[in-house]
């Protein structure tokens, strides 16, 4: 009887060992064939935007909830010289970049350094110049964030062009580069409405040094890119950027540039320009690993995490009627809520999207601009998406009925 007492147990112990086993191995066969498939349909997708040529190359990165990666090219890193894309491609992600800068000014904030509802020039006091800035006056923090502070953008005057074209390695200041909009009328009053522009971040970059009392991009290594492990985002602070593949714009006429905007390994002009309005070159693989933190709640406490995804109480002229928090974007895709951010420098174009009920991140990024003034290759990405929705759905419902 003593025997058959402990025998017993031990039989029980031995199946339920042997039953999880079983399970675990069955969720880990489900997992991986679903992902092999998932694999296959993205890779799909991509193919279909190269072969019909509405982009030379793409790269794609989808990072699911478990921290698994999926990471795919297709098409041409650069088409004259016929050299196939790469999943781990370094390109420019334009206004991405902002998500950067207002995490900057969030952890600034959390250390007691930045007050968000204090006037910007308190800080820039010693700025002559900058009195003379559209609503220089009443512009917040908060405001430059969000960009309802209504300094009118900078970036698509003519004569800042013209100036490009004569002399392409020209370092920016950004006194020099809002120079071209002082005469102009403000988009609207102080806090007032949004209008969305670089502009607002060129401030923010000054706010950042005069806090600090360091350049913008020693702050963000030690802040943001060394804890968050991003190996593959560079600062574009000069024309040649290692790994930097080839874009093409078109923006020939109106820019007065190239189509292929990068030549004997220099880009067509000196991306200092952009500096805090974008700013950094990247994979999509590290995009997606900086929406998983950021938006995951690694970089942020979750009380300032919470403001950054307050959005603007203003309407925006965004896709999908998307809002505005403090540098990232706020909006729904068939009810599925993502926050993220959209980025273009010429011969580039990028999407990052992260969905918090999915815990998933998406990053995009393509090799020319053509499609930056319309919402086509924003359709196309919720398509993407879509694919990784409904996989992680056969995923969920096959571990359910295993």
Known sequence: MIMQKV????????????LLLFSSHGNKKIKTNSRVEMTRLLQARLDSLTDNQIVPGATLSVRLSDGKN???????ADVEEKIPMKPDDIMLSGSVGKTFVAAVILKLYEHGLIDLKAKAVSWLQDKN?????????????????NHTAGIPEYVYQKELWEVIKENPDKEWSVEERLSYIINDQPANPPGEGWAYADSHYLILG??????????YYEVLDELILSPCNLKHTFHSDKRSIPGLISGYTSLTEEFHLPHKVLNDNKYTFNPQMEWTGGGLASTVSDLTLWACKLYGGSVLKQE???????????ETSLFEDARYGLGSIIAETDGVTYYGHTGFSPGYITYVQYLPDY????????????????YSLKKYFNTIKKVVLNQQ??????????
């Open 206 to 215: 000054l706010i950042i040094e005069k806090v600090t009392g360091r350049t």
């Open 70 to 76: 999926i990471s795919l090219a297709s098409g041409l």
């Open 304 to 314: 300032t995490l919470k403001l950054m995804l307050t959005p603007a109480p203003y």
């Open 7 to 18: 025998i017993i147990p031990g039989l029980i112990l031995a199946t339920a060992l042997a």
């Open 359 to 374: 815990n998933i991140a998406l990053a995009l990024q393509v090799n020319d601009d053509s499609s930056h003034d319309n």
């Open 129 to 145: 110049w900058f009195q003379k800035v559209p609503n220089a006056p009443d512009i917040t923090v908060e405001m430059l964030l």
């Open 393 to 402: 759905m056969i995923i969920d419902s096959k571990r359910i009925h295993k």
